[in-house]
Nanobody, 114 residues
Framework: QVQLVESGGGLVQAGGSLRLSCAASGGMFSIYTMAWYRQAPKKQRELVAE???????NYSNSVKGRFTISRDNAKNTVYLQMNRLKPGDTANYYCNAAFRDTYWGQGTQVIVSS
């Protein structure tokens, strides 16, 4: 069983930056593909970015060039550096770990004011 705890959300003005962190415990972190998803009010949860155990990354078109996902396998932590934030980035952000099973964190809220 993998536990995921997100942190780093908050309120920021448009154009600002935030860094989200997701600390994992209870599993072999390095083998998991880690991802960040987000869900805005009245919208479906969507993939933001993902990173494989080997470090390959994938981004949604809406965040490409602004967000960077990274991982530190020694710290069992995945990060999402979010730059040039827009009001449209406002959402709850969820950490996800996937290998044979899928695990979710509780989420952290990001609010971008205009």
């Amino acid at each position: 069983q993998v536990q995921l705890v997100e942190s780093g959300g908050g309120l920021v003005q448009a154009g600002g930056s935030l860094r989200l962190s997701c600390a994992a415990s209870g599993g072999m972190f390095s083998i998991y593909t880690m991802a960040w998803y987000r869900q805005a009010p009245k919208k479906q949860r969507e993939l933001v970015a993902e990173i494989t155990g080997g470090g390959n990354t994938n981004y949604s078109n809406s965040v490409k060039g602004r967000f960077t996902i990274s991982r530190d396998n020694a710290k069992n932590t995945v990060y999402l550096q979010m730059n040039r934030l827009k009001p449209g980035d406002t959402a709850n952000y969820y950490c996800n770990a996937a290998f044979r099973d899928t695990y979710w964190g509780q989420g952290t809220q990001v609010i971008v004011s205009s």
